[in-house]
């Protein structure tokens, strides 16, 4: 049996109680990448920053890596999992089409029978799952919301692409949001751009049932400078209105965490905008890669961590990616 919410008798809002997160075990750097796209370290670094990145192992799985990050945001908030009303998982590489992965992970945590989805909004699924968490809250159909960006990317990648291989890594970052007495999760910016879907994609339709799949899997495919245009021209408006709904100005943020699509979008992103000098920027990118869904949890799980992000400081969370789907909102921190 689910557990039971009330509904609230007067208004209330949600906060982010605690985070969590997963790195698979196994660190591969450059030198292991270059061979099949016949690359060098340093062409990687120049065009991403990225130094390493995580790859799963045949253990870790995707259900695996999603319960050990939400277990962790259920540590870190000092919430019982018999307390969590939904659990949504933001992910693209659930390689099942139903049941979502999401209900394995509510079995693995010892939920007791909540609301559970999967959400593809691919790299901007965190961010479209704060949103989501956040109104489920407020609305009293919900009072504590585990989210979890999981991802296990090299399922996707082709190794032999070399637009794509060197991007992307593995792992999995929570969320737990419940109620809070002020407002600390703010408007969500949102959209999509559907007319340039096929920017990032993949590479054609795995074959129908009672079809023999002829040649290699579908893998992921990126036109990247396409989407660099497109992201570092686009995605501060995006993040300005989201500050400004939040009825605050960039001198107000003390924590900018972007999506960790590579380091070169990352920086352009924080130079465009008119952050203090004191602003901490999330630039996880560089030792985890592109970790899609995962990124912004894992970023800002490691910026808390380390003691860069502190409880009570203003976070702007800003995502981006497939379909052109983007989204954008102030959050208080744990």
């Known amino acids: 049996m689910s557990v039971p919410c009330q509904a609230p008798e007067s208004l209330r809002h949600s906060r982010i109680l605690g985070t969590g997160s997963y790195r698979p075990a196994r660190v591969v750097g450059n030198d292991e990448i270059c061979g099949p796209i016949d690359s ?3 062409w990687i670094v120049s065009r991403s920053g990225i130094r390493s990145r995580r790859y799963a192992s045949a253990d870790e799985s995707l ?18 999992p018999d307390e969590v009303n939904a659990l949504i998982v933001a992910t693209i590489s659930h ?8 209900t394995e ?12 989805m999967d959400l593809n909004a691919a790299c901007s699924g965190f961010c479209y799952g704060t949103a989501l968490a956040d109104a489920l809250v407020r609305a009293g159909t919900a009072d504590h919301v585990l989210l979890i960006g999981a991802e296990r990317m090299t399922d996707l990648v082709d190794p032999a692409d070399r637009s794509t291989a060197f991007l992307f890594g593995d792992g999995a970052g ?21 007319t340039r879907r096929d920017v990032i994609g993949m590479t054609h339709v795995a074959a129908a049932a009672g079809h023999q799949q002829s040649g290699p899997a579908p893998s992921l495919r990126m036109e990247g400078p396409a989407v660099y245009r497109w992201a570092v021209s686009e995605m501060a408006e995006v993040a300005e209105r ?4 939040a009825g605050l100005t960039m001198a107000d943020i003390d924590v900018f965490v972007p999506h960790q699509a590579n380091r070169r979008i990352v920086d352009a992103l924080a130079r465009s905008l008119s952050l203090s000098e004191d602003t901490v920027v999330a630039r996880d990118v560089v030792e985890s890669g592109n970790t899609s869904a995962a990124s912004v949890p894992l970023a800002l799980d490691r910026l808390r961590a380390e ?18 789907a983007h989204a ?6 744990p």
Request: hydrophobic letters at 55%.
């Open 63 to 80: 259900a695996a890596m999603a319960e050990a990050a939400g277990r962790a945001a259920l540590a870190d908030a000092s919430v019982a």
């Open 40 to 42: 060098t370290d340093e």
């Open 174 to 194: 929570a969320a737990l949001v419940g109620v809070s007495g002020t407002p600390d999760i703010g408007p969500v910016v949102w959209g999509s751009d559907g």
């Open 307 to 324: 003691n860069r992000a502190r409880r009570g400081d203003l976070a702007l969370l800003l995502a981006f990616g497939a379909g052109l």
């Open 95 to 102: 390689r099942q089409a139903t049941p979502g992965v999401a």
């Open 242 to 245: 989201a500050v400004k709904q």
């Open 328 to 333: 954008a909102q102030v959050v208080r921190l």
């Open 105 to 116: 992970v509510a079995a693995r945590l010892g939920l007791p029978g909540p609301a559970a």
